[in-house]
């Protein structure tokens, strides 16, 4: 099943074409990473498939449903994980959580076992009836990323999942990824760090300019520009302005 369709979306921002016409599915179960050099429509992307924008043109199926002609409803069970954590920072962690499981309407026992089995990975007891506006940027990743699981999502969206995270963190996140997608969620992910795209995903798309010019696995990528090299390396061969090599002189 097709957890994630995207067909022909257009978005323009004045006479500036962010997207041109791009499409794409992707099956339930699937840990998919969304490639491209900074400006090429990647956070753009994720914020119409959140809501967050409307497009020009298009049409954006999640689950089968109907996106935009059904955004309430997409909600239910849509996560996103963006790389700046908006919170409320006159609430603690703690109430924060319970604020997101009230916005949901989640179960009390479902939200118990949530909360008591992912704040301890995270290691946020201590800090968790501390204001929010005393947290770190990494403590802050790591409360929404624990808020992300508390209403059983189907879909996560994640934008640079790892800034801010110290390695354990990073693991333990990569980890619980791994299971969502394994038991049955889908997970688009945006980020610049191709070494944890080789490590999680089974399939990637790789945009330019507006446009996706790559969908498939790592292998077929590698079939397609005809190399047996590092994802680095078949990234920036894809994606570059000319056939030159990148300079590594300092200016």
Not at 122 to 129: C, T, V, Y
Not at 154 to 181: N, T
Not at 201 to 219: D, R
Request: aromatic share 8%.
């Amino acid at each position: 099943m097709k957890m994630i369709e995207i067909k022909n979306l257009r978005k323009n921002f004045g006479d500036f074409p962010a997207l041109k016409g791009i499409s794409l599915s992707i099956p339930r179960g699937t840990l998919f990473s969304f490639l491209g050099p900074n400006g090429a429509g990647k956070t753009t992307t994720i914020k119409l498939l959140v809501g967050l924008l409307k497009p020009t043109s298009g049409e954006i199926h999640l689950n089968g449903v109907n996106a935009l002609e059904e955004p309430d409803k997409i909600r239910q069970w849509l996560s996103y994980i963006p790389d700046e954590p908006y919170l409320y920072e006159k609430l603690t962690g703690r109430e924060y959580l319970e604020f997101v499981a009230n916005i949901y309407k989640v179960d009390s026992q479902y939200k118990k076992e949530v909360i008591n089995r992912l704040i301890p990975l995270f290691r946020l007891e201590e800090k968790l009836d501390n204001l929010i506006e005393d947290y770190s940027h990494g403590m802050r990743q790591k409360l929404i990323i624990t808020s992300t699981m508390i209403h059983k999502p189907r879909i996560i969206l994640v934008d640079e999942p790892l800034v801010g995270l110290d390695p354990y963190s990073a693991r333990i996140f990569k980890g619980l990824l791994k299971e969502f997608c394994r038991e049955g969620g889908t997970v688009f992910l945006s980020t610049h760090t191709l070494s944890l795209v080789e490590e999680l995903s089974n399939l990637i798309g790789i945009i330019k300019e507006g446009a996706l010019i790559f969908l498939g696995t790592l292998q077929e990528l590698k079939k397609d520009v005809q190399k047996e090299s590092s994802l680095e390396e078949l990234f920036l061969e894809l994606t570059a302005e000319t056939g030159e090599e990148p300079s590594t002189d300092l200016i």
